[in-house]
């Protein structure tokens, strides 16, 4: 079982810039294999979307297209740790942000980890 907790969450301008973190662990303090990881995002009344995926070397990562060029997807394997940089955002970001275990991809079905989330909100 692995568990995740996000951070870094909260409320910027438009234009502004924030970075998620994503701790992961487990029973034994830290995973037992080194998954691929992604970030979805949730806005109210929407369906859960892909924002971004990295694979288990850190080599290979896959944005979706209304943040591609704005936001990187980075992770250190020592540290368990991956991590999601938003830079320019803009109010259609809102949402609550969510980092996930699994296979690489764009659908959620690909991953069978969750955090709970942390909020972003980008004021206009």
């Known amino acids: 079982q692995v568990q995740l907790l996000e951070s870094g969450g909260g409320l910027v301008q438009a234009g502004g810039s924030l970075r998620l973190s994503c701790a992961a662990s487990?029973?034994?303090?830290?995973?037992?294999?080194?998954?691929?990881m992604g970030w979805f995002r949730q806005a109210p009344g929407k369906e859960r979307d892909f924002v971004a995926s990295?694979?288990?070397?850190?080599?290979?990562?896959y944005y979706a297209f209304a943040v591609k060029g704005r936001f990187a997807i980075s992770r250190d394997n020592a540290m368990n740790m991956v991590y999601l940089q938003m830079n320019n955002l803009k109010p259609e970001d809102t949402a609550v942000y969510y980092c996930?275990?699994?296979?690489?991809?764009?659908?959620?079905?690909?991953?069978?980890?969750w955090g709970q989330g942390t909020q972003v909100t980008v004021s206009s």
């Open positions: 996930a275990a699994g296979s690489a991809g764009v659908s959620s079905y690909q991953y069978a980890h």
């Open positions: 487990g029973r034994s303090g830290r995973t037992d294999r080194i998954y691929d």
């Open positions: 990295i694979d288990w070397s850190g080599t290979s990562t």
